[in-house]
């Protein structure tokens, strides 16, 4: 069993559609992180966060840390965020990385 | 800042060759680490260094591999022999203390 585990694997949605993605992991971490890979390959690290709730224009990231699961929220998608998300977790000083999300929003 | 600089950004090499992939982490960040990244695989941690010291080199997947970090500001990973199966993309990242990691553009190494 992967310590990271993301759902769903493959995502496609209509411009304008909320959209949700989730990150479960099976050991006690310190943080945890998304991060945005393009068709280009860049990755960007979106969010770091231990606790609660961050935002950062359309995206918001949740974590529960007592059920050990996270969830990256894109409002009002657009095509350009068509990408592949990926959650890491740090345990203890390294990241661990989900498989990744794969999304593909459309006109 | 020009953030993490990697190089060669794309390296086509025979099985065999000596590969040496570099990377200039953003100044003033004191941890660095080297992922590849596979199809089969996804992203993988192979080493990271903290204040130029190695921490955990266990991603290493053998000792044809090998990683230096002589100063704050340069890093190596070496592969050699090189083979097929090294074929991969390979991303260098930096961060400061338990902020979030800024990645490098990656090396794409392809070993025929």
């Known amino acids: 069993k992967n310590e990271v585990e993301q759902s769903p694997q493959n995502l496609t949605a209509q411009e304008g559609e909320f959209i949700t993605i989730n990150c479960s992991y099976s050991v006690g971490i310190s943080a945890l992180h998304w991060l945005q890979q393009h068709p280009g390959g860049g990755i960007v690290s979106l969010f770091m966060?231990?606790?609660g709730k961050k935002k950062h224009g359309r995206l918001i990231a949740t974590i529960n840390i007592q059920e050990k699961h996270s969830s990256l929220h894109i409002t009002a998608s657009h095509p350009r965020d068509s990408a592949v998300y990926i959650c890491a977790v740090r345990y203890p000083d390294k990241l661990i990385f989900g498989t990744g999300t794969r999304l593909q929003v459309f006109p | 800042d020009a953030g993490v600089i990697q190089s060669p950004r794309h390296e086509v090499t025979e099985m065999g060759q000596e590969v040496t992939l570099r990377c200039k982490p953003i100044s003033g960040h004191n941890s660095l680490f080297w992922y590849r990244q596979t199809m089969m695989r996804g992203l993988e941690l192979l080493i990271y260094?903290?204040?130029?010291?190695?921490?955990?080199d266990s991603g290493m997947p053998e000792d044809r591999f090998s990683a230096k970090m002589p100063n704050a500001s340069f890093s190596t990973l070496k592969i050699q022999p090189s083979e097929p199966r090294d074929s991969a993309v390979y991303f260098c990242?930096?961060?400061?203390?338990?902020?979030?990691?800024?990645f490098g553009p990656g090396t794409r190494l392809t070993v025929t």
């Open positions: 966060l231990s606790s």
């Open positions: 990242a930096s961060t400061l203390g338990a902020y979030g990691q800024y």
């Open positions: 260094f903290n204040n130029n010291v190695p921490i955990d």
